[in-house]
Nanobody
């Protein structure tokens, strides 16, 4: 079983950047497909990005494509989400998640994921 802890959230002005980290413990991340999701107040949790176990395959939500980059360092048991050109509508609690299965279209579905972090708040001011 893997435990996930996010960090790196905060308050940033529109157009700014943040890098989120998701540190894993209890198991090697090499066994897991990883995802990032976000939840704004009053809205459902939505998919942001997913990365395969090797890092060779990635999905992005259309709303973040070209602005966000997901990556992983399996040797450090850590996954990252680099967020550039942030907009007020990116304001949300960001969660990383993991499941021990193969990468594919269902990697974009939150129901696929078995393990979740506690989330980190990202606030983008206009």
């Amino acid at each position: 079983q893997v435990q996930l802890v996010e960090s790196g959230g905060g308050l940033v002005q529109a157009g700014g950047s943040l890098r989120l980290s998701c540190a894993a413990s209890g198991s090697s991340l090499t066994y897991y497909t990883m995802g990032w999701f976000r939840q704004a107040p009053g809205k459902e949790r939505e998919f942001v990005a997913a990365i395969s176990r090797s890092g060779g395959s990635i999905y992005y939500a259309d709303s973040v494509k070209g602005r966000f980059t997901v990556s992983r360092e399996n040797a450090k048991n850590t996954v990252y989400l680099q967020m550039n050109s942030l907009k007020p509508e990116d304001t949300a609690v960001y969660y990383c998640a993991a499941y021990s299965g193969g990468f594919g279209p269902t990697s974009q579905h939150r129901s696929q994921y078995d393990y979740w972090g506690q989330g980190t708040q990202v606030t983008v001011s206009s």
